[in-house]
């Protein structure tokens, strides 16, 4: 089965403190996964991607096949990214299966 | 910066009434997408388009759906019939090849009365 679990439907920290917002993915095959942000009253944006490695915004995710994990990181939180953050997994067909999502509240 | 975008942003409907939800994805792009997301709950996959034609679908996706993309620019979602449980946001998104990102709509919000 091809699926997202994002455990936390709420992480609520204050500004600076670390944060780290679980991801778990089962497929079986090489998973391509992202992290999509959606910011108040806007739309689903890609933050990540796993293949391409790279910080955006000081957030990173490792891909870690043997935990089949993709957990998000941020070393210090600020208020600005306060948002849903889905977990998505790109499925055998191309398209997108996301987790339930998590609602980060940055406190200052 | 090109973006997909989505009408009306907000339909109301009667019950059992037909509605079209437009997508305009953006112009280079190939693979398009309606996902939904029902009020609480998580972004679920409905229909992908490629090539003028449905690539794949979910259980979702039954006989009271369709897509069409009838003039090359505009991809519409047809509910022929709605139900109380078609009340969601819709979302559309686009992509250009087979491994890029998929960019999103804004999303139409259905409410089914």
């Known amino acids: 089965a091809q699926r997202v679990t994002q455990p936390e439907k709420l992480l609520s920290v204050f500004k600076g403190a670390p944060v780290e917002l679980k991801c778990n993915y089962s497929?079986?095959?090489?998973?391509?996964l992202f992290w999509y942000v959606q910011y108040s009253r806007q739309r689903l944006q890609l933050l990540l991607r796993?293949?391409s490695r790279e910080s955006i915004k000081g957030f990173t995710a490792d891909l870690n096949k043997g935990e089949t994990s993709f957990h998000l990181k941020k070393p210090f939180a600020q208020e600005e990214d306060s948002a849903m953050y889905y977990c998505a997994l790109r499925g055998s067909q191309g398209n997108l299966i996301f987790g339930k999502g998590t609602k980060l509240s940055v406190k200052p | 910066e090109p973006e997909v975008t989505q009408t009306p942003s907000h339909q109301v409907t009667q019950m059992g009434q037909e509605v079209i939800l437009r997508c305009v994805p953006i112009s280079n792009h190939l693979y398009f997408y309606w996902y939904r997301q029902i009020l609480g709950q998580k972004v679920e996959f409905l229909v992908s388009f490629y090539n003028n034609e449905i690539s794949e679908k979910s259980e979702i996706f039954d006989d009271q759906f369709s897509v069409e993309r009838p003039d090359g620019s505009n991809f519409t979602l047809k509910i022929r019939s709605t139900k109380l449980e078609d009340s969601a946001m819709y979302f559309c998104?686009?992509?250009?090849?087979?491994?890029?990102?998929?960019?999103f709509g804004q999303g139409t919000r259905l409410t089914v009365v």
């Open positions: 796993h293949i």
């Open positions: 998104a686009s992509r250009a090849g087979a491994n890029t990102e998929a960019f």
């Open positions: 497929y079986s095959g090489s998973p391509e």
